[in-house]
């Protein structure tokens, strides 16, 4: 069982985590966070040591699977990896 991890964009400069663990529901939520990277550290420091990945998406798109120490730990970088893939995601999704 692998917690999923959403960060959705609440505003100009809120943001909003949530983590399940696997069944589909929700058992954590944060609201009101300043960044995607502070995001990442309160839902790793919720996960805590019991888990070692977490399937992460922003705002209803899987992103893919990162370790929760490095979420924890190098979350600067693994916003910006995000928000990357995200705009490549959306790129692909619309017609040209």
């Not at 400069?13 to 663990?21: D, H, K, L, T």
């Not at 040591?49 to 979350?75: C, K, L, Q, W």
Request: glycine residues 8%; charged residues 20%.
């Amino acid at each position: 069982m692998q917690p999923a991890v959403e960060i959705t964009k609440c505003g100009d400069r809120n943001f909003n985590s949530y983590v399940g663990i696997g069944d589909g529901t929700w058992r954590y939520a944060r609201e009101g966070l300043a960044s995607v990277a502070q995001c990442l550290q309160d839902a790793a420091s919720a996960l805590g040591h019991e888990f070692s990945y977490a399937t992460v998406s922003v705002d209803s798109i899987v992103i893919g699977n990162y370790p929760v120490a490095v979420m924890e730990h190098r979350a600067v970088e693994v916003a910006d990896e995000l928000q990357v893939k995200l705009s490549n995601r959306r790129g692909r999704s619309c017609p040209t």
